[in-house]
């Protein structure tokens, strides 16, 4: 029947609490949410249908009461059971005592305040399956000579917030009848957490009470305030009926004759009014609400004890006693740091990729990068003479000529001009390997800080080893690598077949054009210096990757774990070191209670056949998420290599675009000086052109006439003709 399997499945989340699940996942409950004397605990009791809640003026609930209704079906006597005190009771009015005493006991005397739970379980024929949650009433002003502080709204809001927030939770919101349902606090809150309108069902109180010619029919009817699972008006005892002991079966049989003989109310359709009404209501949307959550609840907690499952495995077991147990936990945690150190760097797949260890280690991509960017800047149209114009190219020749005859420039020029740009490439290649350098060291560091985490101390021994190995290896590399420079900026030579077959093509022509031999000279030089640069360039950035490759990185691969165990057996105090600290001692048992605790959920909620055979659909869809997750990182690690690889591709072209433009440019102007040259030339040319020929026509009639001068006769001065 559907009460049968309501109580089942009220008792199956009970369970859990009492498991403790309640601590880690969120479970589906009623919270009574309402101001202070608005009606909250009279309708408790109503739905109940015993007195036993504390009763007086001003605040009467100062912690909230986890109520578990349990409904039994013999006329025997009911009962209750504390959870925090052993032993049934069987008096009510003891139950209202030992509430209070438990509330003064956690809240004081003085009407404080507190967000502790005191959970209480009825037994009784005249109660539903239900569990509820009383809050304590939103409170305004504070009562005078009590704990209470000036921010008492605050905090009572604060504490209705965090119960009433959660999705799982299905809101009872009292509201007052004789008060202003547009200025609500608890319908505005609501509202405000539950915009839908799906789990928020509205009590209307006080109804009794209002002003003559009024009455609640609207406001329950929805016509005021809509809400998706309706308001139910009731009708509470008095605070009169409260002093004069009224029993709650007499008050609900006084409910029923008030609303049947009322003008308005006893026109109503049915489902509107009465505590029976409600309760109804009330345990039917739980319970549709269970068996809706249920199943993402066995979910959740599977995954929660899986993720602590994982977590106690990364944290490993507890710190061994004796000294040789201590060594092989030692060895085998060097063992990790030395395979997951190699296996990143190489990019080979790991099968602690997936925990934290490596998740977001980029492994030897970020070397190749320090690589394949090495002497970037030099490479493609990059030309070493760019930086010499051609007067500075002459005045090189000029000073090397020396007193040998002219006409035939010397090599000297060739070096004296390369030099500078040769020194250019040491500082780039320092840099490359400082870098590679630096970024094994903090791979190394990254991986040592998580392996030996639990071992602080521990941890910063071995970092200090491993840097001690590193250092060592990176100023044997560092030799060989000047040696690499210093041998291509002392030795000027190449086997370049290209270059030596077109050695004589390297000489520009004259193309039909007059051009003084030392513009030959000089393009000739240039070209060869540009040429043969090039050539380095292309070297160097095949050399120092390898040399920088093997003697650094392959050499620290092979080194480091032979390196660790002899600086390890060297050390004395180094097995002192292993002890971890407290705060991890302490969540790992705290891990272990958590596992313990969800272990028993998991077991409890299979034991429920509609559940039992979705958990293995669960664990299947867990392990598909999970796979999904790993493949999800991959593609993104994937699409950020792809997105960098992209940019350091847009940002090369840029720069060869920039060059090329840049290039376009000194042509240009290059050009433009020529056209200018030539053309000052001919302008003086044209200025030259009529002295040359003046001068020319005063040598030809010397020529002709220099030796022909004039007979005179004696006496005489006659011309000869």
């Given at each position: 029947?559907?009460?049968?399997?309501?109580?089942?499945?009220?008792?199956?989340?009970d369970h859990l609490r009492d498991a403790g699940l309640n601590k880690y996942i969120k479970l589906p409950r009623i919270v009574t949410l309402g101001v202070q004397s608005s009606g909250?605990?009279?309708?408790?009791?109503?739905?109940?249908?015993?007195?036993?809640?504390?009763?007086?003026?001003?605040?009467?609930t100062r912690r909230p009461l986890e109520l578990r209704l349990v409904h039994v079906y013999d006329n025997s006597e009911p009962w209750a059971e504390f959870e925090e005190v052993p032993?049934?009771?069987?008096?009510?009015?003891?139950?209202?005592?030992?509430?209070?005493?438990?509330?003064?006991?956690?809240?004081?005397?003085?009407?404080?305040?507190?967000?502790?739970?005191?959970?209480?379980?009825?037994?009784?024929?005249?109660?539903?399956?239900?569990?509820?949650?009383?809050?304590?009433?939103?409170?305004?002003?504070?009562?005078?000579?009590?704990?209470?502080?000036?921010?008492?709204?605050?905090?009572?809001?604060?504490?209705?917030?965090?119960?009433?927030?959660?999705?799982?939770?299905?809101?009872?919101?009292?509201?007052?009848?004789?008060?202003?349902?547009?200025?609500?606090?608890?319908?505005?809150?609501?509202?405000?957490?539950?915009?839908?309108?799906?789990?928020?069902?509205?009590?209307?109180?006080?109804?009794?009470?209002?002003?003559?010619?009024?009455?609640?029919?609207?406001?329950?009817?929805?016509?005021?305030?809509?809400?998706?699972?309706?308001?139910?008006?009731?009708?509470?005892?008095?605070?009169?009926?409260?002093?004069?002991?009224?029993?709650?079966?007499?008050?609900?049989?006084?409910?029923?004759?008030?609303?049947?003989?009322?003008?308005?109310?006893?026109?109503?359709?049915?489902?509107?009014?009465?505590?029976?009404?409600?309760?109804?209501?009330?345990?039917?949307?739980?319970?549709?609400?269970?068996?809706?959550?249920?199943?993402?609840?066995?979910?959740?907690?599977?995954?929660?004890?899986?993720?602590?499952?994982?977590?106690?495995?990364?944290?490993?077991?507890?710190?061994?006693?004796?000294?040789?147990?201590?060594?092989?936990?030692?060895?085998?945690?060097?063992?990790?740091?030395?395979?997951?150190?190699?296996?990143?760097?190489?990019?080979?797949?790991?099968?602690?990729?997936?925990?934290?260890?490596?998740?977001?280690?980029?492994?030897?991509?970020?070397?190749?990068?320090?690589?394949?960017?090495?002497?970037?800047?030099?490479?493609?149209?990059?030309?070493?003479?760019?930086?010499?114009?051609?007067?500075?190219?002459?005045?090189?020749?000029?000073?090397?000529?020396?007193?040998?005859?002219?006409?035939?420039?010397?090599?000297?020029?060739?070096?004296?001009?390369?030099?500078?740009?040769?020194?250019?490439?040491?500082?780039?290649?320092?840099?490359?390997?400082?870098?590679?350098?630096?970024?094994?060291?903090?791979?190394?560091?990254?991986?040592?800080?998580?392996?030996?985490?639990?071992?602080?101390?521990?941890?910063?021994?071995?970092?200090?080893?491993?840097?001690?190995?590193?250092?060592?290896?990176?100023?044997?590399?560092?030799?060989?690598?000047?040696?690499?420079?210093?041998?291509?900026?002392?030795?000027?030579?190449?086997?370049?077949?290209?270059?030596?077959?077109?050695?004589?093509?390297?000489?520009?022509?004259?193309?039909?054009?007059?051009?003084?031999?030392?513009?030959?000279?000089?393009?000739?030089?240039?070209?060869?210096?540009?040429?043969?640069?090039?050539?380095?360039?292309?070297?160097?950035?095949?050399?120092?990757?390898?040399?920088?490759?093997?003697?650094?990185?392959?050499?620290?691969?092979?080194?480091?774990?032979?390196?660790?165990?002899?600086?390890?057996?060297?050390?004395?105090?180094?097995?002192?070191?292993?002890?971890?600290?407290?705060?991890?001692?302490?969540?790992?048992?705290?891990?272990?209670?958590?596992?313990?605790?969800?272990?028993?959920?998991?077991?409890?909620?299979?034991?429920?056949?509609?559940?039992?055979?979705?958990?293995?659909?669960?664990?299947?869809?867990?392990?598909?998420?999970?796979?999904?997750?790993?493949?999800?990182?991959?593609?993104?690690?994937?699409?950020?290599?792809?997105?960098?690889?992209?940019?350091?591709?847009?940002?090369?072209?840029?720069?060869?675009?920039?060059?090329?433009?840049?290039?376009?440019?000194?042509?240009?102007?290059?050009?433009?000086?020529?056209?200018?040259?030539?053309?000052?030339?001919?302008?003086?040319?044209?200025?030259?052109?009529?002295?040359?020929?003046?001068?020319?026509?005063?040598?030809?009639?010397?020529?002709?006439?220099?030796?022909?001068?004039?007979?005179?006769?004696?006496?005489?001065?006659?011309?000869?003709?």
């Open positions: 029947s559907f009460y049968s399997n309501l109580r089942a499945i009220i008792t199956l989340v909250k605990s009279s309708v408790l009791e109503s739905i109940v249908g015993i007195n036993f809640l504390p009763r007086g003026e001003g605040v009467c032993g049934k009771m069987s008096d009510f009015d003891k139950v209202r005592e030992t509430i209070e005493d438990l509330t003064d006991r956690v809240a004081g005397t003085r009407k404080g305040i507190v967000d502790s739970p005191i959970v209480l379980t009825i037994y009784s024929n005249t109660c539903p399956d239900l569990t509820l949650i009383d809050l304590p009433g939103i409170t305004r002003i504070p009562i005078q000579g009590s704990d209470q502080g000036d921010d008492i709204e605050k905090v009572t809001k604060q504490m209705a917030m965090r119960y009433v927030s959660d999705p799982r939770t299905i809101i009872l919101c009292v509201v007052p009848a004789n008060q202003d349902i547009s200025t609500s606090e608890s319908l505005l809150m609501a509202k405000k957490v539950d915009k839908a309108g799906i789990r928020t069902i509205g009590v209307v109180t006080k109804i009794d009470i209002m002003d003559k010619g009024t009455n609640a029919r609207r406001l329950i009817m929805g016509q005021e305030v809509s809400l998706r699972l309706g308001f139910v008006g009731v009708k509470n005892r008095s605070q009169e009926d409260i002093n004069n002991r009224i029993r709650v079966e007499a008050a609900l049989e006084e409910e029923k004759q008030f609303f049947a003989s009322h003008d308005i109310y006893s026109t109503m359709p049915p489902g509107c009014l009465g505590i029976d009404v409600l309760t109804e209501k009330l345990t039917k949307v739980l319970y549709t609400h269970i068996k809706h959550y249920l199943p993402e609840i066995l979910k959740e907690t599977m995954m929660r004890a899986k993720e602590c499952d994982d977590r106690l495995k990364e944290l490993g077991p507890s710190t061994p006693s004796e000294p040789k147990h201590k060594i092989q936990l030692l060895w085998n945690m060097v063992t990790d740091f030395v395979e997951i150190f190699k296996n990143t760097i190489r990019g080979k797949f790991d099968k602690r990729s997936s925990s934290r260890v490596t998740k977001d280690l980029a492994g030897g991509a970020t070397i190749k990068h320090y690589f394949n960017s090495l002497l970037e800047d030099y490479s493609g149209n990059y030309k070493a003479t760019e930086e010499y114009n051609n007067e500075e190219i002459r005045d090189a020749m000029q000073m090397h000529e020396g007193d040998n005859i002219p006409g035939f420039p010397s090599v000297d020029v060739f070096v004296f001009l390369l030099q500078p740009q040769l020194e250019k490439l040491k500082d780039p290649v320092m840099d490359c390997l400082a870098d590679v350098h630096s970024y094994l060291e903090q791979l190394s560091h990254k991986i040592i800080e998580r392996i030996f985490y639990r071992f602080p101390n521990l941890a910063s021994e071995i970092s200090h080893c491993t840097s001690q190995v590193l250092f060592k290896e990176r100023e044997s590399c560092r030799e060989i690598v000047e040696s690499v420079i210093d041998a291509e900026e002392g030795y000027v030579f190449t086997n370049d077949t290209d270059y030596l077959l077109q050695r004589t093509d390297i000489i520009p022509k004259a193309e039909g054009k007059a051009r003084k031999p030392e513009e030959l000279f000089v393009d000739e030089i240039r070209t060869r210096i540009d040429s043969y640069f090039r050539i380095v360039i292309r070297n160097v950035r095949d050399t120092i990757p390898k040399v920088i490759g093997h003697f650094l990185v392959r050499s620290v691969i092979d080194k480091i774990q032979y390196e660790l165990y002899e600086q390890i057996n060297m050390s004395d105090t180094i097995l002192d070191m292993l002890s971890e600290p407290s705060h991890i001692s302490t969540e790992r048992e705290m891990l272990k209670k958590q596992l313990q605790t969800l272990r028993r959920a998991e077991k409890i909620m299979k034991h429920d056949p509609s559940l039992a055979t979705q958990a293995d659909d669960i664990s299947t869809e867990i392990k598909k998420q999970e796979e999904e997750l790993k493949n999800a990182e991959l593609d993104k690690k994937r699409k950020e290599e792809d997105k960098k690889r992209k940019e350091e591709d847009k940002q090369k072209k840029e720069q060869e675009d920039k060059k090329l433009e840049q290039d376009k440019q000194k042509k240009e102007q290059e050009d433009k000086k020529l056209e200018e040259e030539k053309v000052r030339k001919v302008e003086e040319v044209k200025k030259e052109e009529p002295k040359t020929q003046t001068k020319d026509r005063k040598e030809f009639s010397s020529s002709l006439f220099g030796d022909i001068k004039p007979k005179t006769t004696k006496g005489k001065d006659k011309p000869l003709f």
